[in-house]
C-alpha cells in the first residue's frame, strides 16, 4: 500500500478509536483531582509543543531557539499525535501559500466545512507532498530529523508509558482525553477560525479572531492578526489578546534560550498590509460554498 493511504488509514482507524476510547473510559475512570492534574500537565505540553513548536519555530521561524530547547519543543509537539512535523509543517505552508483556494488543505471555503475541520486527515491526497516534506529536513539538525522519524513510534509509547504507570486511568485522562480535545481546538481554528469570529485585518481570506480559541490554545485563536503577519511570534496583537504562546517565547527570550523573535506591532502589520502588493484590502469577505 503507498504512504499516502497507510497515513489516511492509520487517520482513519486511529482518530474514531481515540474519539471513542476517550468518551467511553470517562464513564469507567471519572476524573479525579490526581487525574485532573495529569489531564492540565499533559494538554498544556502537547498545546504548546503545537503552537510555539510545530506553529511558530518549525511552520514559520517566528524565532530562533537552542538547540536543546527547539528538540523540547518538538518532543512537546510530537506526543500530541498530529503526527511527523515535517508533514505538520508542510500542509500548514501550504495552508498560508494557498489560503482559501484550491490548493488550501483545509479551507472551509474550498472544501466544506467538515473537510476542512477533520475531513482532509483522512484524505490519501493530503499526504502526497512526502518528498517536499522532506526537504524540511535540510534545515533541521540530525537529532531533530531522527525525533522527526521517532513521532509515530511516539503515537504509541506514549498510552503504553502511561498504562504501565498507572494503568487505563493513567492512559485515559493523560493521553485519549488531551489528545482527543487538542486534536478538535487545533481543527476548531482550521474550519471556525475561517467561518465565526471578529476581523482585526482585512486581510484576502476569511480568517477569524476567537477569545476562547486563543484561551485553550497558547492563543492560536487570534487567526485573523496570524494570517495579517504569518512570521510574527505575536499573535495576540492588543493588549487585552491574550497570547500565552507569545509570553512564553518573551520569557524564554528573557532566559537567553530564544532570540530573532519577529515582533510586530499593529502598526507595524498594518504598515506591510497596506504596502504589500500581493495583498488587496478587502471589506468584504469572500462567501461560503459550504458553510456546513
Ligand atoms: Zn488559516
Ligand atoms: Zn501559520
Redesign the pocket.
Known amino acids: 500500500m503507498k504512504l499516502a493511504n497507510r497515513l489516511a488509514w492509520g487517520h482513519r482507524i486511529a482518530m474514531p478509536v481515540y474519539h471513542i476510547a476517550a468518551i467511553a473510559l470517562m464513564f469507567i475512570y471519572p476524573l479525579t483531582p490526581k487525574t485532573l492534574v495529569l489531564f492540565l500537565i499533559t494538554y498544556l505540553i502537547q498545546a504548546l509543543g503545537i503552537s510555539v513548536g510545530y506553529?511558530r519555530l518549525f511552520?514559520?521561524r517566528a524565532f530562533h531557539a537552542n538547540r536543546i530547547l527547539t528538540f523540547l519543543l518538538a518532543l512537546c509537539g510530537g506526543l500530541a499525535g498530529q503526527g511527523a512535523i515535517r508533514r505538520w509543517v508542510c500542509h500548514?505552508r501550504m495552508?498560508?501559500r494557498y489560503t482559501d483556494k484550491t490548493g488550501d488543505p483545509h479551507s472551509p471555503l474550498v472544501s466544506g466545512f467538515w473537510y476542512a475541520h477533520i475531513g482532509w486527515r483522512f484524505d490519501p491526497e493530503s499526504y502526497v507532498h512526502e518528498e517536499e516534506a522532506k526537504k524540511i529536513w535540510a534545515e533541521w539538525p540530525a537529532e531533530l530529523c531522527w525525533l522527526d522519524r521517532m513521532i509515530p513510534t511516539l503515537f504509541f509509547l506514549h498510552p503504553l508509558v502511561l498504562g504501565l504507570v498507572g494503568g487505563w486511568e493513567y492512559v485515559e485522562w493523560g493521553c485519549f482525553v488531551p489528545t482527543v480535545l487538542l486534536w478538535e481546538i487545533t481543527f476548531t481554528v482550521n474550519s471556525i477560525s475561517h467561518r465565526f469570529g471578529r476581523r482585526l485585518f482585512d486581510t484576502p481570506d476569511t480568517s477569524r479572531n476567537s477569545t476562547w480559541l486563543s484561551l485553550m490554545m497558547w492563543g492560536e485563536g487570534w487567526h485573523n492578526n496570524?494570517h495579517a503577519s504569518?512570521k510574527n511570534a505575536r499573535y495576540g496583537i492588543r493588549w487585552y489578546q491574550i497570547d500565552a504562546g507569545y509570553y512564553f517565547i518573551k520569557i524564554m527570550q528573557r532566559l537567553g534560550l530564544i532570540d530573532r523573535v519577529v515582533d510586530d506591532s499593529e502598526a507595524d502589520i498594518r504598515n506591510a498590509l497596506a504596502m504589500s502588493l500581493a495583498v488587496k484590502p478587502t471589506t468584504q469577505t469572500p462567501p461560503f460554498r459550504d458553510p456546513f
Open positions: 506553529h511552520s514559520h500548514h495552508h498560508h496570524h504569518p
